[in-house]
């Protein structure tokens, strides 16, 4: 059977939820999940229907609960979670139903009307976001048997809860410039606490040869502290590396060990320069290998944001009359096998069979930051590690092999921390909004829940 309509048709159907978000509506409204068509065979239900509850006077049946109840459940499955509680999924689809029921009463009572032409763009979207037709859609969703009509319904519902919630609360979250300066300290001094500081640290080596006696040893001391005297008198220290150093390099850098993470000197090396300022000589500090004279050349903590950036490269077969979805799965995991194996390589075979425009580059994606690739292929890719190649994953765009070549911290520009930081904050108040919205307008509907006949 063709995945795409089975397990994972609920991310086939999650994209109909985008038709709203495309045409402008803030993610923050995903947090009510809209309620997407399912088919009636697919509602093991036999029994008559009944009302559950009434909303101002107007009633939700058991199969609109048994209905989205259903979808709830193939979306918790196909995100991999647990299987979900019946009872739990059953409250949820109530509680989903009475909200929508009660928004969509006031959107009546303000005048909102969503027009045709708004439902074919919004189709057009849908299309488009699954890189299919319109027409090429409408036979999925045939194929799925989803009736038109029923969908086209499905996203007059959704407009207009879009257009209701945007009037009602998107104009009023505002965000200020100061907020945006306080949520960047707040974050700098939280990324400060879990990363350590940068030290560059100069170092002049004086070795100390095995089996060196004691007055061979003394005089080796005393030459590290002469050299630590005329660095701290004004002596160019990197010129006093470059004539006395005996480390490896020689002192060719001026004994500048570059800057990195704290932690990535040795604990003898920041402990002797823990309490000196930047330009200050340590006296000199014994080693196994031998007296070590160090200057703190630079000391610096983050003050920049910093974002995880994925180096990934895949292959991608696009399902066609020629190669069904099931098998290209089956192709793509023998591809896996023989590349985990190590009897193939993964840029040659990415080079050879993708259907993607990185093929010539080995299915080599780039460095990308958090948000660039659609959720589905970013939550595979987010739980690899390095060199892992996941198994097949079917996305709206074919099925794809993953692998993770490498992953790193880098430095957000302040242009891209602010913007991050104003979407972070508006997010955050319009969830609120939100929430206090929602439960205003239930708070003013007239429910009444209803038993099942007996």
Same mark, same amino acid.
Request: glycine share 6%; charged share 25%; net charge neutral.
């Given at each position: 059977? $063709?995945?795409?309509?089975?397990?994972?048709?609920?991310?086939?159907?999650?994209?109909?939820?985008?038709?709203?978000?495309?045409?402008?509506?803030?993610?923050?409204?995903?947090? %009510?999940?809209?309620?997407?068509?399912?088919?009636?065979?697919?509602?093991?239900?036999?029994?008559?229907?009944?009302?559950?509850?009434?909303?101002?006077?107007?009633?939700?049946? #058991?199969?609109?609960?048994? &209905?989205?109840?259903?979808?709830?459940? $193939?979306?918790?499955?196909?995100?991999?979670?647990?299987?979900?509680?019946?009872?739990?999924?059953?409250?949820?689809?109530?509680?989903?139903?009475?909200?929508?029921?009660? @928004?969509? !009463?006031?959107?009546?009572?303000?005048?909102?009307?969503?027009?045709?032409?708004?439902?074919?763009?919004?189709?057009?979207?849908?299309?488009?976001? $699954?890189?299919? %037709?319109?027409?090429?859609?409408?036979?999925?969703?045939?194929?799925?048997?989803?009736?038109?009509?029923?969908?086209?319904? @499905?996203?007059?519902?959704?407009?207009?809860?879009?257009?209701?919630?945007?009037?009602?609360?998107?104009?009023? &979250?505002?965000? %200020?410039?100061?907020?945006?300066?306080?949520?960047?300290?707040? @974050?700098?001094?939280?990324?400060?606490?879990?990363?350590?500081?940068?030290?560059?640290?100069?170092?002049?080596?004086?070795?100390?040869?095995?089996?060196?006696?004691?007055?061979?040893?003394?005089?080796?001391?005393?030459?590290?502290?002469?050299?630590?005297?005329?660095?701290?008198? /004004?002596?160019?220290?990197? +010129?006093?590396?470059?004539?006395?150093?005996?480390?490896?390099?020689?002192?060719?850098?001026? /004994?500048? =060990?570059?800057?990195?993470? =704290?932690?990535?000197?040795?604990?003898?090396?920041? #402990?002797?320069?823990?309490?000196?300022?930047?330009?200050?000589?340590?006296?000199?500090?014994?080693?196994?290998?031998?007296?070590?004279?160090?200057?703190?050349?630079?000391?610096?903590?983050?003050?920049?944001?910093?974002?995880? !950036?994925?180096?990934?490269?895949?292959?991608?077969?696009?399902?066609?009359?020629?190669? *069904?979805?099931?098998?290209?799965?089956?192709?793509? %995991?023998?591809?896996?096998?023989?590349?985990?194996?190590?009897?193939?390589?993964?840029?040659?075979?990415?080079?050879? =069979?993708?259907?993607?425009?990185?093929? @010539?580059?080995?299915?080599?994606?780039?460095?990308?930051?958090?948000?660039?690739?659609?959720?589905?292929?970013?939550?595979?890719? #987010?739980?690899?590690?390095?060199? !892992?190649?996941?198994?097949?994953?079917? *996305?709206?765009?074919?099925?794809?092999?993953?692998?993770?070549?490498?992953?790193?911290?880098?430095?957000?520009? +302040?242009?891209?921390?602010?913007? =991050?930081?104003?979407?972070?904050?508006?997010?955050?108040?319009?969830?609120?909004?939100?929430?206090?919205?929602?439960?205003?307008?239930?708070?003013?509907?007239?429910?009444?829940?209803?038993?099942?006949?007996?």
């Amino acid at each position: 059977m $063709n995945k795409l309509f089975s397990p994972a048709r609920s991310a086939w159907l999650a994209s109909i939820l985008g038709a709203v978000s495309l045409l402008g509506t803030p993610g923050v409204w995903a947090q %009510t999940p809209n309620v997407a068509p399912v088919k009636a065979s697919t509602v093991a239900i036999r029994q008559a229907d009944f009302i559950v509850a009434v909303v101002n006077s107007e009633p939700i049946t #058991n199969r609109d609960v048994q &209905v989205l109840r259903q979808r709830l459940a $193939n979306e918790t499955t196909a995100r991999g979670g647990s299987k979900p509680d019946t009872n739990e999924l059953t409250r949820l689809a109530v509680e989903q139903l009475i909200n929508e029921k009660a @928004q969509l !009463q006031q959107a009546r009572d303000a005048g909102i009307k969503i027009e045709d032409e708004a439902i074919d763009q919004a189709e057009v979207n849908v299309a488009a976001s $699954n890189q299919l %037709t319109r027409d090429e859609m409408h036979k999925r969703l045939a194929q799925d048997g989803i009736a038109l009509s029923t969908f086209r319904e @499905q996203l007059r519902t959704q407009l207009t809860l879009s257009r209701l919630r945007e009037r009602e609360i998107e104009g009023r &979250v505002r965000v %200020t410039d100061l907020e945006v300066e306080q949520f960047l300290r707040e @974050q700098l001094k939280a990324q400060a606490a879990q990363l350590p500081a940068e030290l560059n640290l100069g170092m002049i080596l004086i070795a100390v040869p095995e089996n060196s006696s004691e007055s061979e040893t003394k005089a080796l001391s005393e030459r590290a502290a002469d050299i630590a005297r005329r660095a701290r008198g /004004g002596e160019s220290f990197s +010129d006093l590396a470059k004539s006395f150093s005996q480390a490896t390099d020689r002192g060719a850098n001026g /004994g500048d =060990m570059g800057l990195r993470p =704290m932690d990535r000197y040795p604990d003898l090396f920041v #402990n002797a320069t823990r309490s000196l300022n930047v330009g200050d000589v340590s006296a000199p500090v014994r080693s196994a290998a031998g007296f070590h004279v160090l200057k703190v050349i630079e000391r610096r903590q983050a003050n920049t944001l910093l974002v995880t !950036q994925t180096r990934a490269r895949h292959i991608l077969l696009r399902p066609s009359a020629q190669m *069904s979805q099931a098998q290209a799965v089956a192709k793509l %995991t023998e591809v896996r096998q023989a590349v985990v194996s190590g009897k193939a390589d993964f840029a040659a075979v990415a080079r050879q =069979m993708s259907q993607d425009g990185s093929a @010539q580059q080995g299915g080599d994606l780039g460095w990308a930051n958090p948000g660039m690739f659609v959720p589905e292929f970013e939550q595979v890719m #987010n739980r690899l590690r390095p060199g !892992q190649v996941a198994e097949p994953l079917v *996305s709206r765009f074919g099925v794809h092999l993953i692998e993770v070549t490498d992953r790193r911290n880098a430095p957000m520009s +302040d242009q891209e921390q602010r913007t =991050m930081a104003r979407s972070a904050l508006r997010e955050k108040k319009l969830d609120e909004a939100y929430a206090t919205w929602v439960q205003d307008i239930r708070g003013r509907a007239y429910v009444e829940m209803r038993e099942p006949p007996q």
